[in-house]
Nanobody, 121 residues
Framework: QVQLVESGGGLVQAGGSLRLSCAASGRTFGMSAMAWFRQAPGKEREFVATITWNGGGTDYADSVKGRFTISRNNANKMVYLQMNSLKPEDTAVYYC??????????????WGQGTQVTVSS
């Protein structure tokens, strides 16, 4: 079982930066790939970024490549999403998610409650 709590969301102007944090608890965190998703009003939840269990591999949605960076600290059971050059279309609720134990991302088996990111133009 993994519990996830996101923080770091807020209101920022276009072109600005935010860093989201995800605090995890549970014995299997260090063995699980992690990901960030987002959901804008009236839209389906979409994939943003994922990172392998040891941080050795990452993958990003095309819409955020070159602007967002996912990272993790297994000793502290934390996952981060550094978001730079933010655009109004990045406005959404951002969710941290964990996969069941395994080296790479497979599916979201655990979700956090989400944190709101609003980018003003």
């Amino acid at each position: 079982q993994v519990q996830l709590v996101e923080s770091g969301g807020g209101l920022v102007q276009a072109g600005g930066s935010l860093r989201l944090s995800c605090a995890a608890s549970g014995r299997t965190f260090g063995m699980s790939a992690m990901a960030w998703f987002r959901q804008a009003p009236g839209k389906e939840r979409e994939f943003v970024a994922t990172i392998t269990w040891n941080g050795g591999g990452t993958d990003y949605a095309d819409s955020v490549k070159g602007r967002f960076t996912i990272s993790r600290n297994n000793a502290n059971k934390m996952v981060y999403l550094q978001m730079n050059s933010l655009k109004p279309e990045d406005t959404a609720v951002y969710y941290c998610a964990a996969s069941s134990p395994g080296p790479v991302w497979r599916s979201a088996d655990y979700w956090g409650q989400g944190t709101q990111v609003t980018v003003s133009s």
